[in-house]
């Protein structure tokens, strides 16, 4: 069974070879000139925290990464929404 590295959180979501959980950072609700978006109207977030890796990640947890716009699996625990992402939607970190 692959080792697993997380940071201490409620959820208990190891993920698999080839995945991280990542928890998505909140899209922008105003505009620079203070126009408030509607939901619809909101880039959906492509960066986010990751929470826990599996084994041999090319990231680490608790770092900020950007993935691919419409990458990962969306999954909700506790009413909170996260994202199991494939390293190979992973496309930067934000250092």
Known sequence: MPKTKKIETKIK???LMGYCL???????TQTTSGIIL???AQEKPAQGKVLAVAE???VRVGEVVIYKKW???????D??????VKFDDLMAIIE
């Open 13 to 15: 979501v190891r993920p």
């Open 22 to 28: 990542v928890e998505p950072l909140e899209a922008e």
């Open 38 to 40: 509607p939901e619809s």
């Open 56 to 58: 041999n990640s090319p």
């Open 71 to 77: 990458g990962g699996d969306e999954i909700k625990i």
């Open 79 to 84: 009413g909170v929404e996260y994202k199991l």
